[in-house]
């Protein structure tokens, strides 16, 4: 009997470990993932135009700047299919390892890159290049650093665990926007033009380093083995996901549209805007680097509250109360104190945005069977990112051109977004309140 129970006691502990280290891969490899894609939205708020499209006017640069920031989100969708069809035959793990690394290669680069006073158009060539290869790359992260959670995760809990992939997303950013701070406080502005906007990318190869560390220790889930092992991977699991699943893929594009559209805004475009209106970048990295920080708690407690209260209503409530939020938010930004940006934006990041962020990973990874999985989230999620958060910026640019200066526009944008991210919502297959409701 005492040897029974030494035995059952090492195994779970065993467990206990593979779950933590499957957690940490989750939020170290997928921090370091955005970090590398990241540093790319805040450069080109801060440094791109002046050192790839020189001798344009502030307007025409900072569009062409945010365009090839929106080339990597253009390119996530392949990305998501090629993954989400190796992902689904071979494997989560491999994926996310080959991502990794491929990501901090490209990021790498772009740390020593010519500028276009030193090389003319093939410096933008090669940041174009560098920019697809990033998109790629985070194509296939998601899907599987999600999935790879959620599937160790214990059926009540998937939210909580998913919820460490999305929290990520807000590391990396907080990593990102702080090594900008940092070299900033410590450089001069020149100097900061000259070279010191490289230093992050190139910092990108320590990163990946401890990330695949990590990483190379986790297994796939057991639900993902056994099928393999009883050979019923699919065949052609995207074409399968399309043709068998279009509800899946519908709700996860149409979720996929208000929120990282909010997040680009706050994240990138809003930085160039302050910038240009009120000449300001050092408050606007500051609350940014603030409101990262704090989503690292924030997302995993709507994680938690989703496994509890279903994920439909918040996310619902949340899309609703961003289309009424953005007027106020940009009359703000035009004649608010700056030093009051930090507690602001809590409200539209760290609630409204975290709100529909934090379950994502779960709630997406329901709408699909197992075998078709990777497949169905990495085709919804990128796809609907590139209808939102990749032409955020580009089209926040023009939209206030647009509006004679004036970001009517752009609040008008947000508000059918956060319309077609509440349909999707309510279409959504939600567990956790169908298992609520059964209870009951």
Not at 57 to 65: D, M, Q, R, Y
Request: glycine share 12%.
């Amino acid at each position: 009997m005492a040897t029974l129970l030494q035995s059952g006691t090492v195994q779970l502990g065993e467990t206990l470990r593979a779950k933590r280290r499957v957690l940490s891969s989750a939020f170290v490899g997928t921090t370091i993932e955005w970090y590398d894609f990241y540093l790319y939205g805040t450069a080109s708020a801060l440094v791109f135009g002046k050192q790839f499209f020189p001798g344009v006017s502030p307007v025409v640069g900072i569009l062409a700047s945010f365009a090839t920031y929106a080339v990597g989100f253009i390119a996530r969708p392949l990305g998501g299919v090629i993954s989400g069809h190796l992902g689904d035959r071979i494997g989560r793990k491999a994926l996310l390892v080959w991502s990794l690394l491929i990501m901090g290669a490209s990021s790498f680069f772009i740390g020593l890159l010519p500028n276009y006073s030193a090389i003319g158009l093939l410096a933008v060539v090669g940041l174009v290049t560098l920019r697809l290869i990033q998109g790629l790359s985070a194509g296939a992260e998601w899907g599987g650093s999600a999935l790879l959670s959620v599937e160790h995760a214990p059926p009540a809990r998937r939210g909580l665990f998913g919820s460490f992939t999305q929290v990520g997303s807000a590391a990396g950013m907080l990593l990102a926007t702080a090594t900008f701070a940092v070299i900033q406080g410590v450089l001069t502005s020149e100097q900061f033009q000259a070279f010191g906007w490289r230093i992050p990318f190139l910092l990108s190869g320590v990163l990946v380093a401890i990330g695949l560390w990590i990483r190379l220790g986790v297994k796939d889930a057991e639900e993902f083995t056994e099928l393999r092992e009883k050979e019923r991977v699919a065949e052609h699991p995207v074409r399968r996901a399309l043709r068998e699943h279009p509800r899946g893929i519908f709700v996860t594009i149409g979720l996929r549209l208000v929120q990282p559209a909010l997040y680009s805004l706050l994240t990138v475009y809003m930085l160039g805007y302050l910038k240009t209106r009120r000449g300001d970048t050092g408050e606007a990295l500051t609350a940014v680097l603030i409101v990262s920080a704090v989503g690292l708690i924030s997302g995993p407690f709507w994680g938690w509250l989703s496994d509890r209260i279903g994920r439909r209503g918040m996310a619902v409530a949340s899309a609703i109360s961003i289309a009424v939020f953005i007027w106020p938010f940009f009359w703000f930004l035009d004649h608010g104190s700056l030093a009051l940006l930090p507690i602001v934006l809590l409200l539209p990041m760290n609630v409204l945005h975290d709100a529909i962020y934090g379950p994502q990973a779960a709630w997406f990874a329901e709408q699909f069977p197992v075998d078709l999985r990777y497949s169905g989230v990495s085709f919804g999620y990128q796809a609907g990112t590139v209808l939102s958060g990749g032409i955020t910026p580009f089209v926040a640019a023009a939209l206030l051109e647009a509006g004679g200066g004036q970001p009517w526009l752009i609040c008008g944008f947000f508000v059918l977004l956060a319309a077609l991210s509440t349909v999707a919502a309510l279409a959504a297959k939600d567990p956790v309140r169908t298992a609520r409701k059964e209870l009951q």
